[in-house]
T-cell receptor
Framework: GEDVEQSLFLSVREGDSSVINCTYT??????LYWYKQEPGAGLQLLTY???NMDMKQDQRLTVLLNKKDKHLSLRIADTQTGDSAIYFC????????????WGAGTKLIIKP | EAEVAQSPRYKITEKSQAVAFWCDPI?????LYWYRQILGQGPELLVQ????????DSQLPKDRFSAERLKGVDSTLKIQPAELGDSAMYLC??????????????FGPGTRLTVL
């Protein structure tokens, strides 16, 4: 079955780059998503990438996709305290009617 | 800015009691989702509506959970009777339509349920 895995925690210093990693299993996935969840707030879509792309950049965010290894990463440049949140990776397998399959989330901790 | 509304934000109940959660999606969004999120895990889809019709409820524990979206707008999720293992965050999301990706789902703030 489908599975999305992420590390549970990542700690970085303010101003450094954060790299959050995700692996997925379903080869029929067409889009892969990154969502952000802040305390007391709903999940917010940050960015997504189509599975035939290698990279997508949007301001401080860079998504890299290694389709061969089924590895997705989210890089946040110049990490700020406002970036503290839980980041969820999700895939949408065509075989599952594009329903989102979610990872457990990576909690990003910013050290001053 | 349009948002998905949910109420209540917090609910504490005793096991065997009935609870109900309400969701009002963004106006014009045809697709509505209910998710359950256990602490430390990602969301798990419980039910998906397209307008007033259920598209997928395969993960909904139908012996105790029910969901409806009678007029294809707002929706109610009910649990009766509640069990200790139902303690979780219940998230509602909506999207314009479910015709395939990419599809941005807009999430409400959730209802945190605690069953004692």
């Amino acid at each position: 079955g489908e599975d999305v895995e992420q590390s549970l925690f990542l700690s970085v210093r303010e101003g450094d780059s954060s790299v959050i990693n995700c692996t997925y299993t379903d080869s029929s996935s067409t889009y892969l998503y990154w969502y952000k969840q802040e305390p007391g707030a709903g999940l917010q879509l940050l960015t997504y990438i189509f599975s035939n792309m290698d990279m997508k950049q949007d301001q401080r965010l860079t998504v890299l996709l290694n389709k061969k290894d089924k590895h997705l990463s989210l890089r946040i440049a110049d990490t700020q305290t406002g970036d503290s949140a839980i980041y969820f990776c999700a895939e949408s397998p065509m075989d599952s009617n594009y329903q989102l399959i979610w990872g457990a989330g990576t909690k990003l901790i910013i050290k001053p | 800015e349009a948002e998905v509304a949910q109420s209540p934000r917090y609910k504490i109940t005793e096991k065997s009691q009935a609870v109900a959660f309400w969701c009002d999606p963004i106006s014009g969004h045809a697709t509505l989702y209910w998710y359950r999120q256990i602490l430390g895990q990602g969301p798990e889809l419980l039910v998906q509506f397209q307008d007033e019709s259920v598209v997928d409820d395969s993960q909904l524990p139908k012996d105790r959970f029910s969901a409806e979206r009678l007029k294809g707008v707002d929706s109610t999720l009910k649990i009766q009777p509640a069990e200790l293992g139902d303690s979780a965050m219940y998230l509602c999301a909506s999207s314009l339509e479910a015709g395939g990706p990419p599809e941005e789902q807009f999430f409400g703030p959730g209802t945190r349920l605690t069953v004692l």
